[in-house]
């Protein structure tokens, strides 16, 4: 009995050491992809961020870009004018906090995609416009400048999209 | 992942809705509800028609744009080339005090005749300036 006691026990603590082994070298493993989700996110949260404090001081001016594209009526573009600053900032801080991730991030990128969408159908459709992403910052900057930033920020979403779900297919713990 | 997710953007939204709304009461800068609002310093087309008044019509949109088309009439005037556009401006003849001018650009949505308007009468001290609400798009649904 004593030895089959023994037996168990020496058992039992090489389980405790190997996976301990493994998680050590999951760790590691997972370092680089964490610390590169932590750099995607706070590009992605400050860029946001700064997007809708630049444009939240005049809403007026941001109603007037939003009617340029032609594609939503007055009442609706005052109410995205004074709403959707303060959602691209509160989104932002969600997104660096890691609060609300997937929520914050499924919001951040449906407004990319919008706005991307918005942006692609004024020029096809020959509207001269500012795309006012980023307030007084973005007037002037030319399309091709636009649209390569808009496609480097959907990129950058696609990552985090990707290890978010690499994420909750291996339970990782928040970074 | 779906649930919470879905869970999450409802937080946020909520969220966003209160400073929203508290902001949307004490900006300086409101937005405005009815389509038809006349911002500061604009004019309606149809006013401007109707009064008969003598207008000197300033085109604020780049010099492409106005090759293109323009309200019959019109002076180029724009901030790329404002040093030298001002000068030929001046030196045209067209205005003269009194006479009621009136900036437009490409639609209501541009800022350019805004920024012309408030150049050409706080810093070049020229009076009875206006912007014509709707811009060009205006002037072609008419």
């Not at chain 1, 750099?39 to 946001?48: A, K, P, S």
């Not at chain 1, 959707?84 to 995609?113: D, F, N, Q, T």
């Not at chain 2, 609002?37 to 008044?53: F, I, N, P, T, Y």
């Not at chain 2, 030196?91 to 650009?105: H, M, T």
């Given at each position: ?7 168990t ?15 050590l ?9 964490q ?5 995607f996110r706070?590009f992605?949260?400050?860029m946001f961020f700064a997007?809708?404090a ?11 870009v939003?009617l340029n ?7 609706v573009?005052?109410a995205?004018?004074v709403?959707?600053?303060?959602l691209?900032?509160i989104c ?6 890691r609060?609300c991730y ?9 407004l990319m995609v919008?706005?991307f969408i918005?942006?692609?159908q004024?020029?096809?459709r ?5 795309c006012?992403c980023?307030g007084?910052l ?9 649209i390569?930033?808009?496609?480097v920020?959907?990129?950058?979403m ?5 290890l978010e779900?690499?994420?909750?297919s291996t339970n990782?713990?928040d970074? | ?5 879905c869970g999450?953007?409802?937080v946020?939204g909520?969220?966003?809705f209160?400073?929203a ?5 004490l900006t300086?800068r409101?937005v ?6 006349l911002?500061?310093?604009?004019v309606?087309?149809a006013d ?6 003598e207008?000197?019509?300033i085109?604020a949109?780049s ?7 323009h309200i019959?009439g019109?002076i180029?005037?724009?901030e790329d080339?404002?040093d030298?556009?001002f000068m030929?401006?001046?030196a045209s003849g067209?205005?003269r ?8 650009c490409?639609?209501s949505?541009c800022q350019?005749?805004?920024a ?5 009468s706080?810093?070049?001290?020229i009076?009875n ?8 798009e205006a002037?072609k649904?008419k």
């Amino acid at each position: 009995l004593e030895k089959e006691m023994m037996r168990t026990e020496s058992l039992a603590s090489l389980r405790m050491e190997s996976a301990f082994r493994g998680s050590l070298f999951a760790e590691k493993l997972n370092q680089p992809l964490q610390i590169t989700e932590l750099c995607f996110r706070l590009f992605i949260g400050v860029m946001f961020f700064a997007a809708g404090a630049l444009k939240v001081g005049d809403p007026a001016k941001f109603q007037q870009v939003i009617l340029n594209y032609h594609l939503v009526p007055h009442v609706v573009a005052a109410a995205m004018a004074v709403y959707l600053p303060w959602l691209e900032m509160i989104c932002a801080v969600a997104l660096v906090l890691r609060k609300c991730y997937s929520g914050a991030l499924a919001i951040l990128s449906g407004l990319m995609v919008i706005f991307f969408i918005g942006y692609l159908q004024a020029i096809a459709r020959g509207i001269d416009l500012s795309c006012g992403c980023f307030g007084k910052l973005s007037e002037g900057a030319p399309p091709w400048m636009i649209i390569s930033r808009d496609v480097v920020f959907l990129a950058s979403m696609g990552l985090l999209w990707f290890l978010e779900t690499k994420n909750n297919s291996t339970n990782r713990k928040d970074f | 992942m779906l649930r919470k997710t879905c869970g999450n953007i409802i937080v946020l939204g909520l969220i966003a809705f209160v400073p929203a709304i508290v902001w949307g009461f004490l900006t300086p800068r409101p937005v405005s509800w009815e389509a038809d609002a006349l911002k500061e310093g604009e004019v309606r087309l149809a006013d401007v028609l109707q009064s008969g008044e003598e207008i000197l019509w300033i085109d604020a949109r780049s010099e492409s744009d106005f090759n293109k088309e323009h309200i019959p009439g019109a002076i180029l005037l724009n901030e790329d080339r404002w040093d030298d556009l001002f000068m030929q401006f001046m030196a045209s003849g067209r205005w003269r005090p009194g006479i009621k001018i009136v900036v437009y650009c490409g639609s209501s949505g541009c800022q350019a005749s805004h920024a012309v308007a408030e150049r050409l009468s706080k810093k070049s001290g020229i009076p009875n300036v206006w912007v014509l609400k709707g811009g060009c798009e205006a002037w072609k649904k008419k």
